[in-house]
Nanobody, 120 residues
């Protein structure tokens, strides 16, 4: 019912920037929270940044001040502006949307993931 498509990843050098996009499509009432996770081989998925329907944001300590999460005007697209990228930011980034399929019920949906590689 909800399809999330990420874009904007790639290979950059340390100190450069990337902006990830995640567009939600399908049939739903509304998306309440949108989140970016990241995962590296052998490590558990970690929450990088989140934004709720009121626009409140949270960041993992390692990216605070460098990353900015924001939603598009249509409320169904989330972006992650990543500045001053570091090699340790290298990961597959996965978009997550907490979606109300009806007025009362909500469900998590996940994107396929997009790779970000930071290397010189």
């Amino acid at each position: 019912q909800v399809h999330l498509v990420e874009s904007g990843g790639g290979l950059v050098q340390p100190g450069e920037s990337l902006t990830l996009s995640c567009a939600a499509s399908g049939t739903f009432f509304r998306i309440t929270d949108m989140r970016w996770y990241r995962q590296t081989p052998g490590h558990k998925r970690e929450l990088v940044a989140s934004i709720n329907k009121e626009g409140n944001t949270n960041y993992i300590d390692g990216v605070r001040g460098r990353f900015t999460i924001f939603r598009g005007n249509d409320r169904n697209t989330v972006y992650l502006q990543m500045n001053n990228l570091k090699p340790e930011d290298t990961a597959v980034y996965i978009c997550n949307a907490v979606t109300s399929l009806t007025f009362y019920n909500q469900e998590d949906f996940w994107g396929q993931g997009i790779r970000v590689t930071v290397s010189s």
